[in-house]
């Protein structure tokens, strides 16, 4: 479907009446299309990245399409949208911010994963870039263990000064007892971006070093900021990337479990499946979001 701008701001305004709403503590914010029963649903736009076109205006496009009204947004994205010649030009941000909110889509997260490394410089832009779009949180990925100490105080340093929340992702490398240690205890404003199909992935029989990823959500829910969602199989089933549903990730049990507890965490589709023959990117996050619906009940 190739929509024009007024097109695809009023597609969002009709979606929006179809959002399923009620239940569960409420984020301090409107509630979006992708609201469900207590659980907002959104999805990093890595899952666009198999699309011939992918810039900020194509990215606003597909959210709509697929019915999500709040994004985690890679940092290349806005990068791109910025540059001009070789600058970047910052009074950009403005026209951005106002062609995702025209479209009902808010940014909660901007990508950066080179954020707490050793260009100051960079992450004052990163920081900018993120409170500019409205983002509450920059997300990039845990550090090697001999680098917790000097990415943890950075990035303690740099949310501290700025009053945003960074939140380390995981892929196979953490287990239950990652966050016990020292990482997130340099600030308060340093969360969880909890990947909960990768952690599945990673899955072994160790009871010490791996627990049920609902009860590690229950575990550390007070530091978690968002999750995301996809289904991976355990180690001992191939750590695979399936559809929704067809792994041993508990997705459909996940939103019942955050609806029943009152936790308003963003649940991010993450698209990483092969991609059925005559489908693409936006087609199958759309399919992920309406498993999501009817796992929240809606």
């Known amino acids: ?53 992918k810039n900020a205006e194509d990215i606003v496009q597909y959210a709509v399409e697929d019915g999500l009204g709040t994004l985690e947004l890679k940092g290349e994205v806005v990068d791109e949208y910025l540059k001009r010649e070789v600058a970047r030009d910052m009074g950009r941000l403005p026209a951005l911010r ?21 260009n100051a410089k960079e992450d004052e832009y990163r920081v900018a870039v993120a409170k500019a779009l409205g983002a509450k949180c920059i997300t990039r990925e845990v550090p090697k263990v001999t680098e917790y100490e000097t990415i943890g105080r950075r990035c303690a340093a740099i949310a501290d000064k700025h009053g945003i929340f960074i939140a380390f992702h995981n892929h196979m490398q ?47 829910h007070e530091k978690i ?10 180690k001992a089933h191939g750590s695979k990337n399936l559809a929704f549903g067809k792994g041993d990730t508990p997705l459909a049990k ?36 309406a498993f999501c619906r009817k796992a929240a009940g809606c």
């Open 1 to 53: 479907m190739n929509l024009g701008r007024r097109d695809f701001i009023g597609l969002g305004i009709a979606s929006a009446a179809g959002m399923c709403i009620g239940g569960g503590a409420a984020p301090a914010k409107a509630k979006s299309r992708s609201w469900y029963n207590g659980v907002e649903v959104g999805c990093i736009t890595y899952s666009y990245r198999s699309m011939r076109k």
């Open 98 to 118: 106002k062609m995702f909110d025209d479209a009902g889509v808010s940014i909660h997260i901007v990508k950066y994963g080179g954020i707490g490394g050793k």
């Open 174 to 220: 953490i287990d239950a007892l990652t966050y016990d240690g020292p990482l997130l205890g340099y600030s308060p404003n340093l969360r969880i971006n909890f990947d909960i199909g990768h952690y599945v992935a990673a899955t072994t029989d160790d009871a010490t070093r791996f627990i049920d990823p609902l009860a590690f959500i229950e575990k550390y």
């Open 225 to 234: 900021f968002s999750i995301h969602l996809k289904d991976r199989t355990t």
């Open 254 to 289: 996940l939103l019942p479990f955050l609806q029943k507890k009152g936790w308003p965490f963003y649940c991010d589709i993450e698209l990483e499946y092969s991609i059925p023959k005559g489908s693409n990117a936006v087609k199958e996050v759309a399919r992920c979001n």
